[in-house]
């Protein structure tokens, strides 16, 4: 069975410094990984897919992740904290094959200090 | 192109009624999938279905029931609703395996 696990459920950077958000994956199949974002009361924006392509993924606002299948990991990383990405992040799993859930982690809270 | 719509986004029940929340989608996607959203939980999957007329449980399915008659719609339904189900439920879809999900904008449930 699949499922994702988020190591941290709060982080705290300042403005400028480097961002990351772990996240770790187990999977049956070979998976689709995904990050999305969460601003306060709004929904829920993609930033970024692993589809079984390049294991280094880009998305939108400079995130990216690199897929570790040695690892079984699936990091988001940033390079400078904007106060605009105070939000709350998800990484979610789904399995190429198998039974077509699509799981989320329980998510980490990105605080970002001025 | 409204992508995916939930009806309706805020509701307040008592103990014990009922109710269905209806999930709808215009591009032709073949999963879709409910979700309830509490705090520190993430996002848990309630039923998602891989196709019309298919159904299947997920992660907390206790408590609702699930229909999709036609492609576009998927319905969630609360036959006696409890406190337990305040939450916030998003609806997904997704065109084929290896795509992202699409979400609408979420219902806000509050049982009294």
């Known amino acids: 069975a699949q499922s994702v696990t988020q190591l941290d459920s709060h982080v705290s950077v300042s403005e400028g410094t480097p961002v990351l958000l772990r996240c770790n994956y187990s999977?049956?199949?070979?998976?689709?990984l995904f990050w999305y974002v969460q601003h306060p009361n709004k929904g829920l924006q993609l930033l970024l897919k692993?589809?079984?392509?390049?294991?280094l993924v880009k998305g939108i606002n400079g995130f990216e992740a690199e897929f570790k299948k040695s690892e079984t990991s699936f990091h988001l990383t940033k390079p400078s904290a904007h106060m605009s990405d105070a939000a709350e992040y998800f990484c979610?799993?789904?399995?190429?094959?198998?039974?077509?859930?699509?799981?989320f982690g329980t998510g980490t809270r990105l605080k970002v200090l001025a | 192109n409204a992508g995916v719509t939930q009806t309706p986004k805020f509701r307040v029940l008592k103990t014990g009624q009922s109710m269905t929340l209806l999930c709808a989608q215009d591009?032709?996607?073949?999963?879709m999938y409910w979700y309830r959203q509490d705090p520190g939980m993430g996002l848990r999957l309630i039923h998602y279905?891989?196709?019309?007329?298919?159904?299947a449980k997920g992660e907390v399915p206790d408590g609702y029931n699930v229909s999709r008659l036609k492609k576009q719609n998927f319905l969630l339904g609360l036959e006696s609703a409890a406190p337990s189900q305040t939450s916030v439920y998003f609806c997904a879809s997704i065109r084929r395996e290896n795509t992202e999900a699409f979400f609408g904008q979420g219902t806000r449930l509050t049982v009294v």
């Open positions: 999977s049956s199949y070979s998976p689709s």
């Open positions: 692993y589809t079984s392509a390049a294991t």
């Open positions: 979610v799993v789904r399995d190429l094959r198998g039974t077509y859930k699509y799981i």
């Open positions: 591009m032709n996607h073949e999963y």
């Open positions: 279905s891989v196709g019309e007329g298919t159904t």
